[in-house]
């Protein structure tokens, strides 16, 4: 949660004003001297900025912190997903007039998910100020042969990925790194504040995805009124939150692994 610095409210992290008296909670990212007390600041600006709702103009700085391969990237693997979940889960609900904008809301959610996890990454680099060198191409390539040999990913979604295509290699190359969570040993920030935010920002968008899931189950009929959702379907939730998140994060490392 954001704390209000005018009245001490409690705001979500993706608000950009306080609900109780108005104040605006969104801070510029140009500041120096940003330290660990400014991530959860930096974060909500962030994602503020790089988020766009259906049918908005995008914010003019949008593109010199997202770049668009890694969007596409990012979009790839949440389709992806996406269509796996609804073959999983929702399979006799596809066709339904009123399942359509019930699904796109899950979609969106993937994508928002991930992208929380993309403003993670970025704001650590803001903070902790540090660089991580390039991974030789041979070495990247190695990599992905090697979690392709020694992985399902081949016989899952993903293995119609192309090599020879920009995008799905990068994406080939950002799952090969979260292989049995390669991706931990590039993290910049300690182990203890790196805990601390992560808590925060995985409650802050598990929340969001239960009010989500809640939502779209009452609208399709697989939940009836003030139903709570089941322990199985909360933890299904929870780990697709933990997956989105990484996957954003490790999307935002791979630009520094894999300069683009």
Not at 170 to 196: I, M, P, V
Request: negative net charge; charged residues 25%.
């Amino acid at each position: 949660m954001n704390i209000c610095k005018s009245c001490g409210g409690e705001a979500p992290l993706s608000f950009r004003f306080c609900p109780r008296c108005g104040t605006q909670l969104y801070e510029g990212l140009e500041r120096s001297g940003a330290d660990p007390d400014s991530f959860v600041p930096l974060l909500n600006s962030l994602y503020n900025l790089l988020a766009v709702k259906r049918g908005d103009v995008p914010h003019p700085d949008r593109g010199k912190h997202l770049n668009t391969v890694s969007e596409s990237a990012m979009s790839r693997r949440c389709s992806i997903d996406h269509n796996e979940m609804c073959r999983d889960i929702f399979r006799s609900l596809r066709f339904r007039p009123e399942a359509s904008q019930a699904l796109d809301d899950l979609l969106t959610l993937s994508l928002s998910n991930a992208l929380a996890g993309y403003a993670y990454r970025a704001v650590e680099e803001m903070i902790c100020k540090r660089k991580i060198l390039p991974m030789p191409s041979t070495e990247r390539d190695s990599l992905i042969s090697t979690v392709w040999r020694n992985s399902d990913l081949k016989e899952s979604a993903y293995g119609e990925l192309r090599s020879d295509d920009p995008v799905e290699h990068r994406l080939l190359f950002c799952l090969a790194l979260n292989w049995n969570s390669g991706h931990d040993r590039y993290t910049l920030a300690s182990q203890d504040l790196h805990e601390k935010w992560w808590k925060t920002v995985f409650g802050e968008n598990l929340e969001l995805s239960f009010t989500c899931f809640e939502n779209v189950y009452r609208a399709v009929g697989l939940l009836a009124n003030r139903q709570p959702l089941s322990h199985a379907v909360k933890q299904s939730v929870a780990d697709d939150v933990h997956e989105e998140l990484t996957h954003g994060y490790v999307v935002r490392l791979a630009e520094s692994l894999y300069p683009i």
